[in-house]
């Protein structure tokens, strides 16, 4: 088996009275759906399960994870912490918890505004390092076996594993999941790049230095006829 880090995004709607403005708390935020489609990887409830106690984790404004290497970024600044998961269970298919925050953070007045008007406007996604289980499902996904460890339950703008705080995308047997729509050659070969780095496969041959391209070759290499560049 193999183990790499990932991060989950997650939609973040919240509705009334899960707010306490005062103490801090969003009541019963969802922590972690069992799919998350964009990446193609499951969690199996009884996964999610073992690793509760895991879920108990700092939450940090934004990732501090570098998606060139796949590793975190440590330490993470002092400023940038905003808060914790308490009490993590399981909800269903997945695990939900709540989020104790910091009320005299500077990112408390947006995030507050957001989670009681806008609440798409910011989402959870937690950075946890997974070990897979070798063989990929009948869909094509990636199935974790354990996870090692949750290192954070970051504050980010855009969703991943459920649709809202309390609903997973998948909620309704799948029903709600979206259509793989059909890949470019192009598009295949950057994706089984990713797969290789989330799962900490070695490339098959050798991989040439990446090459620098100034602003100069650019301009001479774009072709605009076929909107393309000739690299």
Same mark, same amino acid.
């Given at each position: 088996?193999? +183990?790499?880090?990932? +991060? ?9 009275? @899960? ?19 964009? =990446? ?5 409830? $009884?996964?999610?399960? $073992? ?5 108990? @984790? ?9 998606? @060139? ?14 808060? %914790? ?30 989670? $009681? /008007?806008?609440?798409?406007? &910011? ?42 705080? &309390? $609903? /997973? =995308?998948?909620? %309704? ?14 598009? @295949? ?9 989330? +799962?900490?496969?070695?490339? +098959? ?21 076929? /909107? /393309? =560049?000739?690299?």
């Amino acid at each position: 088996m193999s +183990t790499s880090w990932v +991060t989950e995004r997650m939609g973040l709607a919240v509705p009334a009275g @899960a707010v306490d403005r005062v103490r801090g708390i969003v009541r019963n935020v969802r922590v972690c759906g069992p799919v998350s489609v964009s =990446w193609g990887r499951r969690y199996p409830a $009884e996964v999610l399960a $073992e690793a509760l106690p895991k879920f108990a @984790a700092v939450s940090n404004v934004g990732h501090h994870f570098d998606y @060139a290497t796949g590793r975190p970024i440590l330490p993470v600044p002092v400023a940038d912490v905003f808060g %914790r998961i308490e009490s993590p269970r399981m909800h269903g298919d997945g695990v939900n918890g709540d989020l104790r925050f910091n009320v005299a953070h500077s990112f408390t007045p947006a995030f507050v505004w957001a989670a $009681e /008007s806008d609440p798409k406007g &910011y989402c959870f996604s937690p950075l946890m390092q997974i070990e897979w289980r070798p063989q990929r499902d009948k869909d094509g996904y990636l199935v974790a076996a354990r996870i090692v460890e949750v290192l954070s339950v970051d504050v980010v703008d855009r969703g991943g594993t459920t649709s809202t705080v &309390y $609903e /997973s =995308w998948n909620r %309704r047997v799948g029903a709600e999941i979206p259509a793989v729509v059909a890949e470019s050659a192009r598009a @295949a070969q950057l994706r089984s790049i990713v797969n290789d780095l989330c +799962t900490g496969s070695a490339p +098959t041959a050798p991989v040439a230095p990446p090459r620098h391209v100034s602003a100069a070759d650019l301009v001479a290499g774009f072709d605009p006829s076929g /909107s /393309s =560049w000739r690299g």
